[in-house]
């Protein structure tokens, strides 16, 4: 199809991309992954309601209709024990799964830190990685706007890995790609980095209605990435399904020239993913 699409109806039949549908239940896969392998997900936000801090505009999941006043009120947050059932089933089952587990990833339905008891739920994941899935890394993806709580940054302290939404160098790019829904700002979430061990950043770059590939918003976006000083960055372009219309996908083009220009300045090299 060579038309642009005019709604989130007709992006199925565009350029390959895909819809995303919220899961259902606290364990679900394994599913194949590009970066993670064979991933066993753990969703900690409950069934079929994404629960999130950002509304990005590229976000696979759809827009984030629960405001954060009301999520404590009336996100179905999984109790302590529902999550530890469904974790030592769940983790007991994917252990005879073939091919085997390579990662165990944190994510699901939004934004994993907003559980209430996030620390005690990654303390749950630990447990019941350590007797059934022994030596699988645990990733959890995170945007990062709950790093001002100690306790969330000392439970992602706990886990293997932790992958960090970062699309935006500068406030005026940061509020249009990825509308938090608190306050929040570049340097507030740079500020929560700190006491982190290590990073991934993931980094998703479109245009059209939203655009943050332009070369003034790049440079600033690289010089947060030397700040942070990730292990690793993964460059994504869109390849789901958005919640907005009128974004557009970058050709491969522009993702590998972010790429270069972010490893000559700051000698990170990152992987692209279209």
């Known amino acids: 199809m060579s038309a642009k699409p005019k709604s989130r109806d007709e992006f199925a039949e565009y350029g390959a991309l895909r819809y995303t549908r919220p899961v259902a239940g606290i364990v679900y896969g394994p599913n194949a992954s590009r970066r993670l392998g064979n991933s066993l997900g753990v969703n900690l936000l409950g069934d079929g309601q994404k629960v999130c801090s950002f509304d990005c505009p590229y976000c696979d999941l759809g827009r984030t209709e629960m405001r954060l006043n009301r999520i404590k009120s009336d996100a179905p947050f999984p109790s302590l024990e529902a999550i530890d059932g469904a974790l030592r089933e769940g ?60 306790r969330v940054a000392d439970a992602l302290n706990k886990v293997d890995e932790r992958f960090l939404k970062f699309d ?15 306050r929040s700002s570049v340097s507030k979430i740079l500020a929560g980095v700190r006491p982190l061990k290590d990073v991934v950043v993931q980094s998703f770059f479109v245009r059209g209605a939203v655009d943050n590939t332009q070369a003034p918003d790049i440079d600033d976006w690289m010089e947060v990435i030397g700040l942070i000083k990730p292990k ?43």
């Open 168 to 182: 935006a160098g500068n406030d005026r790019v940061f509020k249009a790609i990825n509308a938090p829904l608190a």
């Open 232 to 274: 690793a960055v993964h460059i994504h372009g869109m390849s789901r399904v958005p919640a907005s219309n009128g974004l557009e996908r970058c050709d491969e083009d522009t993702l590998y020239t972010i790429a270069s220009r972010l490893e000559r300045r700051t000698q990170i090299k990152s992987l692209v993913f279209p």
């Open 91 to 150: 983790f007991r089952a994917a252990h005879q799964s073939v091919p085997k587990v390579d990662h165990i990833a944190v994510s699901g339905n939004g934004e994993p830190t907003l559980h209430p008891l996030f620390g005690d739920a990654v303390d749950l994941i630990v447990r019941a990685r350590d007797a059934h899935l022994p030596g699988t890394p645990i990733v959890v993806f995170t945007n990062g706007a709950s790093l001002d709580s100690r």
